[in-house]
């Protein structure tokens, strides 16, 4: 029997991971049956499962590697690109993280075992977030009256204030300038603000 690549294997995970994002957007956790799972990624439950022991495995997994792709956007841009990415569609990080954060979010709420094993996994994001801040507030650009931690709490809140209110299916078109508020709430007020960095 020929032996299958790393390259090969971590195709197929990614392959799966792609079509679980969509299927897990659009039916939910419950919703997103083996069979809607089969059809999303074009693969047999035996494929999808040899790489993921169970369906929670999956959608762990996929809400690991979106924590793990925010965190890289907030490493480079702040966490409030990652809140302009959920709300415009086409952006060079699209949202589809909302689905998963989405189903993330209920499932935290509602399913005490999925909480406790998310729980070993979801500091990425407000790892980064404070890293950058802490960049920030170093390099002068951020205020300094407020402490670090509490600073990633705003933002995180704030994050989770934006999930909600798209998760209601309310209006979106008129929360840039919120967010550009929640921007200058954290930085450091100059006279001449021009090129200060997004926290």
Same mark, same amino acid.
């Given at each position: &029997?020929?032996?299958?690549? %790393?390259?090969?294997?971590?195709?197929?995970?990614? %392959?799966?991971?792609?079509?679980?994002?969509?299927?897990?957007?659009?039916?939910?956790?419950?919703?997103?049956?083996?069979?809607?799972?089969?059809?999303?990624?074009?693969?047999?439950?035996?494929?999808?499962?040899?790489?993921?022991?169970?369906?929670?495995?999956?959608?762990?997994?996929?809400?690991?590697?979106?924590?793990?792709? &925010?965190?890289?956007?907030?490493?480079?841009?702040?966490?409030?690109?990652? &809140?302009?990415?959920?709300?415009?569609?086409?952006?060079?990080?699209?949202?589809?993280?909302?689905?998963?954060?989405?189903?993330?979010?209920?499932?935290?709420?509602?399913?005490?075992?999925?909480?406790?094993?998310?729980?070993?996994?979801?500091? %990425?994001?407000?790892?980064?977030?404070?890293?950058?801040?802490?960049? %920030?507030?170093?390099?002068?650009?951020?205020?300094?009256?407020?402490?670090?931690?509490?600073?990633?709490?705003?933002?995180?809140?704030?994050?989770?204030?934006?999930?909600?209110?798209?998760? &209601?299916?309310?209006?979106?078109?008129?929360?840039?300038?919120?967010?550009?508020?929640?921007?200058?709430?954290?930085?450091?007020?100059?006279?001449?603000?021009?090129?200060?960095?997004?926290?």
């Amino acid at each position: &029997m020929p032996r299958v690549s %790393q390259d090969h294997l971590d195709a197929r995970r990614r %392959q799966i991971l792609d079509g679980a994002r969509v299927c897990f957007a659009r039916y939910g956790y419950e919703g997103a049956t083996v069979r809607r799972l089969e059809e999303a990624t074009g693969l047999s439950r035996g494929a999808i499962f040899h790489h993921f022991r169970d369906k929670e495995s999956l959608f762990l997994a996929l809400a690991e590697d979106d924590a793990v792709r &925010m965190a890289q956007v907030v490493a480079d841009q702040g966490l409030v690109q990652v &809140m302009r990415d959920l709300l415009t569609e086409g952006s060079a990080h699209p949202a589809d993280w909302l689905g998963t954060r989405l189903e993330l979010s209920r499932r935290l709420r509602t399913d005490p075992e999925f909480r406790a094993r998310w729980a070993e996994r979801s500091d %990425q994001l407000t790892r980064a977030t404070r890293e950058r801040l802490l960049r %920030q507030h170093e390099a002068g650009k951020l205020r300094d009256d407020v402490d670090v931690d509490v600073l990633t709490a705003f933002l995180e809140l704030v994050l989770e204030g934006l999930v909600s209110h798209l998760a &209601m299916g309310l209006p979106a078109d008129h929360l840039t300038p919120v967010l550009d508020l929640v921007e200058e709430t954290v930085r450091v007020h100059h006279r001449n603000p021009a090129g200060a960095a997004r926290p």
